[in-house]
Structure formats: structure tokens, C-alpha cells
């Protein structure tokens, strides 16, 4: 396994790969990996020659008052987790490496950014899909990686993808989780035992409404009703809401297409997010939702095969 810390460093030695024609596969990430993280290089090892994964806290998609400082760092585990999973190459940028003096140029999303996260963390949307672009620019994947608890990432990152005819393919990859339910995140480190026991009311919440779902109810107030019943642990609950999988525009009454229950709330100082999909058996899927919940449907992940399971 290589490490680079220039662009001029990994540009070189992918062009040699790319033009003996290998299947070049991308993870980016922000570091202090977990098993989502190795779900994600699983992933494309089987799908490609090549997994380039890199670690990088992008300062810009983080909000004045967030936590960029103390965004938990472990390189040295990162490399172990990537060696053991069979990544090929990892890109270690400085911040001076992705934004040199003078950077002025960022990639605004639409509307697909406005709601949830976008609302409550204005230009998070702006920073990552800034930085996305730029790390897809430098490694110039076939395929890149992202996990679905970033739910509206993902949907944020196909849509710049279709807008700007990135020519990448986007494979969303199932949430894991504690054998408890709770989705694994890097922020999770930052839970004392009191407060990692409070924020399992998310999944517990999202998995009640997606049981209901699952017995027939498709009343998108109850369904929300269900899981706001068990979320109630929480210090402040930013949004609890059903969006369309796809565009992300809310849903109102009768839910008869793919959506996603989405929430972030704070446990304690600890931001976190969680999400299920829903989707309707024998749904008349276009392609594009097929895009959306395709692995997610496919298959399911959970760390120990035991416990609740993400849609
Ligand atoms: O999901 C993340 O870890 C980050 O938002 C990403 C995609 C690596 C961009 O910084």
C-alpha cells in the first residue's frame, strides 16, 4: 500500500495504472475509519483493480462554530484498517495541498442541499461538494463510494455528478451499525456511556417507523408520529422528517414512493444523523431511484449479523 501527500505524487502514478486500463475505485473519507469505512473499501475492492482512499478533514465544509479542531484523528489505525482491507493507495493531503494561497472557485449545490443538514449547516453542502470535486478531478476514479447515512450527501453528490457530467460512477453503500442499532459515525467517539446510550432512541425511532412501514401504515404523519414516540432521549431534535429518496422534497400524506426518513438531533454536544429508507413493495422504480436504494435494498449490513437492520 502507497501513501501520498501530493497531487503530483498520486496523479503520476494512477495515470500509469489508469492507462493500462484498471478499474480505478475511490473512497474519500475524513479519517479516524471505522467498519462503515471498511464497508465502503469492501466495497470497491471487489469492484475494482484499484481503491484509492483518502483521508482528508476538509476545513471547508465545517461551520465556524463546528468541530474541525477536534474532528478525532487515528492515522495510524487508518493505514492498519486500509492495509487489512486491501486498499491499494492512500492520499493524505495537507489543507494547503487541496486549497493553495489564492483558492477561490467552489462548487454551489441546488436545491437538493437545502433542506435538512443544508438548513442547519449552511454551506456544508458548498464545502463538500467542493472538495468532491476536486479529489475526483485529481484521482479521476471509474467508480467512487459513499455511505448511505450520509443520506443527503449522497443525494447532493449524484446530482453535481449528473449536473456537471462527472464521468464517475456513484455506488451508495448501506449504513452499518452497532450490534445495537446505533449507525457507526466517527462523531460517536465523542459519546461518554450516558450519552451513547441516549442517542440509541435515533435508531430505535427510525427502525419503530420502518417496522410500521413494513406492517402496511403509510401515513406519512404516523409514520412520523412512531418514530418521534421512541426519539425522546434527545437534548435538541433538529429535523425528524420523510423526504422523496431522490429529490429530497418533502412528503406530505401518502407515502407511494422511495423515501427516507431522515433525523439529526444533538446528544449532549454530539451532532449526529441517522436515516432508513422506505420503500414501497412493487413500486414502479425509475431508474434513478433504482440508483438511490439499490445497495441498500440489496444488501443489508450490520456489524455482528445480530439486531436491528437498516433499510
Ligand atoms: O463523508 C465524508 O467523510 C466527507 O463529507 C467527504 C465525502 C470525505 C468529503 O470531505
Known amino acids: 500500500m502507497l501513501t501520498f501527500r501530493t497531487i503530483k505524487s498520486l496523479t503520476q502514478c494512477l495515470s500509469g495504472y489508469r492507462t493500462s486500463g484498471l478499474r480505478i475505485g475511490f473512497v474519500p473519507t475524513m479519517g479516524f475509519l471505522h467498519d462503515g469505512h471498511r464497508a465502503l473499501i469492501a466495497e470497491s475492492v471487489e469492484r475494482c483493480d484499484i481503491t ?3 483521508i482528508f478533514v476538509n476545513p471547508a465544509q465545517f461551520g465556524p462554530t463546528e468541530d474541525l479542531e477536534r474532528y478525532p484523528r487515528a492515522l495510524d489505525a ?5 492495509r487489512k482491507a486491501g486498499v491499494s493507495m492512500i492520499f493524505l493531503p495537507d ?3 487541496i486549497y493553495p ?10 436545491p437538493v442541499a437545502g433542506p435538512l443538514c443544508g438548513a442547519v449547516r449552511p454551506g456544508h453542502f458548498r464545502g463538500v461538494a467542493t472538495v468532491v470535486t476536486k479529489l475526483f478531478a485529481i484521482v479521476q476514479p471509474d ?4 455511505g448511505q447515512k450520509d443520506f443527503q450527501q449522497c443525494a447532493v453528490i449524484r446530482q453535481m455528478v449528473r449536473d456537471l457530467n462527472l464521468p464517475v460512477e456513484i455506488v451508495t453503500v448501506p449504513t452499518v451499525r452497532e450490534p445495537d442499532g446505533l449507525a457507526m459515525s466517527s462523531r460517536n467517539s465523542y459519546l461518554g456511556p450516558t450519552d451513547r446510550k441516549r442517542a440509541l432512541c435515533l435508531s430505535r425511532g427510525l427502525l419503530a417507523a420502518q417496522a410500521a412501514f413494513a406492517e402496511g401504515e403509510r401515513d406519512s404523519g404516523r409514520l412520523i408520529a412512531i418514530a418521534q414516540s421512541q426519539i425522546t432521549a434527545v437534548d435538541q431534535l433538529q429535523y425528524l422528517e420523510l423526504r422523496d429518496a431522490q429529490t429530497l422534497e418533502a412528503i406530505h400524506g ?9 433525523v439529526a438531533a444533538m446528544i449532549g454536544p454530539t451532532r449526529l444523523i ?9 413500486t414502479a422504480l425509475s431508474d434513478r431511484d433504482l440508483e438511490v436504494v439499490s445497495c441498500a435494498v ?3 449490513v450490520n456489524v455482528g449479523g445480530q439486531g436491528s437492520r437498516p433499510s
Do not use: I, M, W, Y
Open 52 to 54: 484509492v482512499v483518502s
Open 78 to 82: 487508518d493505514h492498519e484498517l486500509c
Open 95 to 97: 489543507a494547503s495541498e
Open 101 to 110: 494561497p489564492g483558492f477561490q472557485t467552489f462548487v454551489e449545490p441546488g
Open 143 to 146: 467508480v467512487a463510494f459513499f
Open 254 to 262: 401518502l407515502v407511494d414512493k422511495p423515501v427516507a426518513l431522515c
Open 274 to 282: 441517522d436515516n432508513v429508507l422506505l420503500t414501497p413493495p412493487r
Open 298 to 300: 440489496d444488501r443489508q
